[in-house]
């Protein structure tokens, strides 16, 4: 977890010295995972098995979908480091995806925490062939 406080004026001083505001781990990896996957040509986020075993266990009732599978950060008081492993579709150019994830990555969680991201390492662990079936089947009927 990290601490980190804002500059703001007002009549009493400074506010950050009032108080501190603690970011989560948790809270920055779904920053990252929402930030990578909103970038064209990334297909998933995370390795098969981690897939695999997150389309089950979002098929439990009640379970919502994992936006920070394949993330894993480290975070200080005032920097973070990212981890990410992605599955791109054929035919982009991978490292143009890395560093359009590398950019939005950095930029969303800068602007949203106030981090500095010191590094941003992606992974780029399969390619979606486009006649291939993903391999999370789509959610089936509880109720025959």
Known sequence: ???TGQNLSGKH???GG???TTISDSVVEKIVGMAARDVSGVHAMGSGISRAFGAARERVPG???SVSRGVNVEVGEKQTAVDLE???DYGVSIT???G???ESVISAVEWMTGLEVVEVNVTVSDVKLP???DEEPEEQPRLR
């Open 100 to 102: 359009s994830v590398r």
């Open 96 to 98: 143009e995806v890395a």
């Open 18 to 20: 009032r108080g501190r």
């Open 63 to 65: 379970a919502a979908k």
């Open 131 to 133: 006649d291939e079936e």
């Open 1 to 3: 977890m990290t601490e």
């Open 13 to 15: 001083g400074d506010p």
């Open 86 to 88: 992605i599955v791109v």
